[in-house]
């Protein structure tokens, strides 16, 4: 089945720092979405990417979507404790189906 | 702002008990998701809905069944559970519209559920 590779699995971050994260798959998808999680929670939808190539921002958060359709990253800039969770990228083929979603990086403040 | 509500928050089950989760989504989503998450696996689909009276396996069905009745609701079953089934689960529904691109999933908080 597809696979979904996220990386790094995990980061720690200074404030005011940017943060970067990618996924990579082994096959193509339509639609891109990066998800965050915090601790006792669902995870949030942050931006949904729907184009190959495309550029999304969302405040402090930048994600693109990859020309070859196999990879997209987010981009955080300028981090804060609250950015602190588990970030998810997802990938989605077409308008209803399932997602398949990475392993997801726990974003971490450094001691 | 309601969304994607789950119930129980919180249950422990002995071996072998049944239970039955409930999603209820108050944003008229066609699609109905559930999903479990266990540590350093990410999500993974147990079951889909495309609709009211339709249901689907996922990723990881077995041990589990799904009834989608009403739109606004999801069931996930556990007629037999099994220590492998202690997780946490999560409900998700999206909009979908024939011939656009893939809608958005919004999740409920999870069920977080313990089998002794």
């Known amino acids: 089945g597809q696979q979904l590779n996220q990386s790094p699995q995990s980061m720690f971050i200074q404030e005011g720092e940017d943060v970067s994260m990618n996924c990579t798959s082994s096959?193509?998808?339509?639609?891109w979405l990066w998800y965050k999680q915090d601790p006792g929670e669902g995870p949030v939808l942050l931006i949904a990417?729907?184009?190959?190539?495309e550029l999304t921002s969302n405040g402090r958060l930048t994600a693109q979507f990859g020309i070859t359709r196999k990879d997209s990253f987010l981009n955080i800039s300028a981090s804060i404790p609250s950015d602190v969770g588990i970030y998810f990228c997802?990938?989605?083929?077409?308008?209803?189906?399932?997602?398949?979603f990475g392993g997801g990086t726990r974003v971490l403040v450094k001691p | 702002n309601a969304g994607v509500t789950q119930t129980p928050k919180f249950r422990v089950l002995k071996t072998g008990q049944s239970m039955t989760l409930l999603c209820a989504q108050d944003?008229?989503?066609?699609?109905m998701y559930w999903y479990r998450q266990d540590p350093g696996m990410g999500l993974r689909l147990i079951h889909y809905?495309?609709?009211?009276?339709?249901?689907a396996k996922g990723e990881v069905p077995d041990g589990y069944n799904v009834s989608r009745l009403k739109k606004q609701n999801f069931l996930l079953g556990l007629e037999s559970a099994a220590p492998s089934q202690t997780s946490v689960y999560f409900c998700?529904?999206?909009?979908?519209?024939?011939?656009?691109?893939?809608?958005?999933?919004?999740f409920g908080d999870g069920t977080r559920l313990s089998i002794l």
């Open positions: 998700a529904s999206s909009y979908s519209r024939k011939g656009t691109v893939g809608q958005p999933q919004h």
């Open positions: 944003m008229n989503h066609e699609y």
């Open positions: 809905s495309v609709g009211e009276g339709t249901t």
């Open positions: 997802a990938g989605q083929l077409a308008a209803g189906n399932k997602l398949t």
């Open positions: 096959s193509i998808f339509n639609t």
């Open positions: 990417l729907y184009k190959a190539g």
